[in-house]
């Protein structure tokens, strides 16, 4: 069962001696899960000549003979490939392979693992740290131009068996969905959701904003319905938009 260890706590307001940071910080030994926090920041992988997919650029340390390469072009069909393209940068994923250690952060981000137990999951491209290769996943692109441009390009579905690692701003909140309750979220506080939940997109006028002058007083909103759950974040990303 993968499941993160306590972080070592470090004071904040004195000085440590060198042998005392050192014992507070440094890297645990005693797990063999593949998926393992090291600080809530910090994701280590132990690596057992298996493969795990990660965000590229993500990697920060290595131990042991790992290898690791931009995932190819082809290697999941040319309609993969050519979701790939049209995502631009963001969606792409770096593969590791090999028996060692990787350490894995994107700037300094609260870390969260969901092990999936044949089931399935959509989270924001941008906040996708890593998942085992064991798992199925698929580039889904959104509807519509407007979404596009306030919440990113692409949103990725992972399902089957294995372990996954997201990455966000503060402490998340899961909200569930209910049948005949719509769920509206700011896209860029939108981490994942369950795949059966299928988001629609809506511009949200706001009068006070149009009166005082503020922008156009429109902003994009996601619309949840159904039955499932949303994971979000208590930060608004910034938005990315088309090349």
Not at 19 to 44: G, H, I, V, W, Y
Not at 162 to 169: D, E, F, K, Q
Not at 201 to 213: E, I, P, Q, Y
Request: charged letters at 20%; glycine letters at 8%; hydrophobic letters at 40%.
């Amino acid at each position: 069962m993968t499941t993160p260890h306590p972080p070592s706590q470090l004071p904040v307001t004195q000085a440590m001696s060198v042998d005392a940071f050192l014992k507070a910080t440094t890297q645990r030994e005693d797990r063999n899960d593949s998926f393992c926090l090291e600080t809530p920041s910090m994701l280590e992988l132990n690596m057992k000549s298996s493969k795990i997919f990660a965000k590229a650029g993500s990697m920060v340390a290595t131990m042991g003979p790992l290898n690791y390469s931009r995932e190819g072009m082809f290697e999941h069909g040319l309609a993969h490939f050519l979701k790939k393209f049209f995502t631009g940068e963001g969606a792409s994923l770096m593969k590791i392979e090999g028996s060692g250690r990787a350490y894995l952060a994107d700037k300094a981000r609260r870390i969260q693992l969901l092990n999936l137990n044949n089931q399935a999951v959509t989270v924001n491209g941008n906040d996708l740290l890593a998942f085992e290769s064991s798992l199925q996943y698929s580039i889904k692109m959104v509807k519509r131009i407007g979404a596009m441009l306030s919440a990113g390009l692409f949103n990725v579905e992972l399902r089957g068996q294995g372990v996954i690692a997201l990455c966000s701003h503060g402490q998340p909140l899961t909200l569930k969905v209910n049948r005949g309750i719509p769920l509206y979220t700011d896209p860029g506080a939108t981490i994942a959701w369950s795949s059966n939940l299928q988001p629609d997109f809506s511009v949200h006028t706001n009068v006070t904003s149009v009166l005082l002058g503020r922008g156009s007083g429109e902003s994009v909103r996601m619309k949840f319905e159904g039955e499932g759950w949303v994971i979000i974040q208590p930060y608004e990303e910034t938005p990315v938009r088309t090349r």
